[in-house]
């Protein structure tokens, strides 16, 4: 696993649906349960959990990254809506993943600096009413093959001018739950952080929602 998704010059463990959990979440025959549950309701057709590692150093340029990518990496902690999938060259952005919500469960102990995932307040208003603007006219069908690159990177500038980013340090026993247009990413590795050598280490789960787009895309 580590030959496939340790990346930045192995200070980035991105391992997508890396963890053995259940379609109900649970991991060793330990259950899934807590606030978050309790906010979102059981399901039964979880992923695998992506398992999301930093280490000391982090970020160091990813493998095919140019220095503007990386910058972005370093500078704007990689800040991005889940969902919106790069293709082509050069590379496009387009809406092929939909989730209900992204849950987050941190599974080791760090110092504050430990590359925490970082988000922007308010910024799910104004990158949902972007995609509505995008997509909200369309048929579903078309989401996928649709380019929002531009509506997408006019959202997010925005976003960097007036929202407020907020670094959000966790430890075992916590969750985050985020909403699925929410702006995110992950801060650099502070000089003087501590850590085990299991790194920062964070379950994320992310299904996929079994709404209509036009559901999902107005959510409250």
């Given at each position: ?5 340790l990346?930045?010059?192995g ?16 991991v060793g ?12 309701g059981?399901r ?10 930093t ?43 939909r ?43 078309l ?28 430890r075992?026993?916590e ?7 929410l ?19 964070v ?18």
């Amino acid at each position: 696993m580590k030959e496939q998704w340790l990346q930045c010059e192995g200070t980035w463990f991105v391992g997508v649906d890396a963890l053995p959990s259940t379609p109900n979440g649970a991991v060793g025959g330990v259950p899934l349960q807590g606030p978050a549950l309790e906010r979102i309701g059981a399901r039964e057709d979880l992923h695998p959990a992506q398992l999301s590692i930093t280490y000391p150093g982090y970020p160091r340029p990813r493998a095919g990254e140019n220095e503007a990518a990386f910058r972005y990496r370093r500078n704007r902690d990689a800040a991005h809506m889940d969902g919106l999938l790069a293709d082509g060259m050069p590379k496009r952005r387009f809406l092929r993943e939909r989730h209900d919500w992204i849950l987050g469960l941190p599974l080791t102990e760090t110092s504050v600096g430990a590359s925490p995932l970082v988000v922007w307040e308010g910024s799910h208003h104004i990158l949902q009413g972007a995609m509505i603007d995008a997509l909200g006219n369309l048929p579903e069908a078309l989401w996928p093959e649709t380019d929002i690159t531009d509506v997408y990177q006019t959202a997010r500038n925005t976003v960097f001018k007036t929202c407020r980013r907020i670094p959000l340090f966790t430890r075992p026993g916590e969750a985050v739950l985020l909403n699925p247009f929410l702006l995110h990413g992950v801060a650099p590795w502070e000089a003087g952080t501590t850590a085990s050598l299991d790194g920062r280490m964070v379950a994320y789960l992310r299904p996929e929602s079994r709404e209509s787009g036009a559901v999902w895309i107005r959510q409250k």
